[in-house]
């Protein structure tokens, strides 16, 4: 059988990757092991095969909430809410050390405190009270497109 004649189950390049078939969620490598905060403080944590899909964070005057949204390798969606007020925030004693890098000074950028919650949830559908509405229709385009596509062009 050469190359032209190989057949194959894969769908035609170009076309929409639908990821709700079963069998896309069987291989543990594709889908390495999430350990996730949660709880107040985040002292607990929840551990599962997936792969995060967004991660959005929204700076208010009252804190930082952060929302990461995975899917599990059986295909559930998966929400972890995050939400670090400023008043629990440590306060820093010599913070002239690293003031140029301002972000890793407050740790912003990978921060661990505050309180966690995570859902999981079967569909999209069950997300749009869980999530921001700008992550609900960048999560719900991914669950229509699939993660990438290949264009033959």
Do not use: C
Request: proline share 4%.
């Amino acid at each position: 059988m050469t190359n032209d004649q190989h057949q194959s189950d894969a769908p035609p390049a170009g076309a929409p990757i639908d990821i709700h078939k079963a069998g896309d969620f069987q291989e543990v490598d594709d889908f390495p092991e999430i350990v996730l905060k949660a709880g107040p403080g985040g002292g607990r944590t929840q551990r599962f095969h997936g792969r995060r899909l967004i991660e959005a964070r929204q700076v208010t005057k009252d804190g930082i909430e952060v929302v990461r949204v995975y899917r599990s390798r059986k295909g559930k969606y998966v929400v972890q809410r995050q939400f670090s007020e400023w008043s629990d925030f440590a306060v820093f004693t010599d913070f002239t050390q690293d003031w140029r890098n301002w972000r890793n000074m407050i740790n912003i950028g990978n921060q661990d405190w505050g309180d966690f919650t995570v859902t999981v949830v079967d569909s999209v559908e069950e997300m749009r009270d869980l999530v921001p509405a700008k992550v609900y229709r960048t999560i719900a385009d991914i669950a229509q497109h699939g993660t990438s596509q290949d264009l033959d062009i």
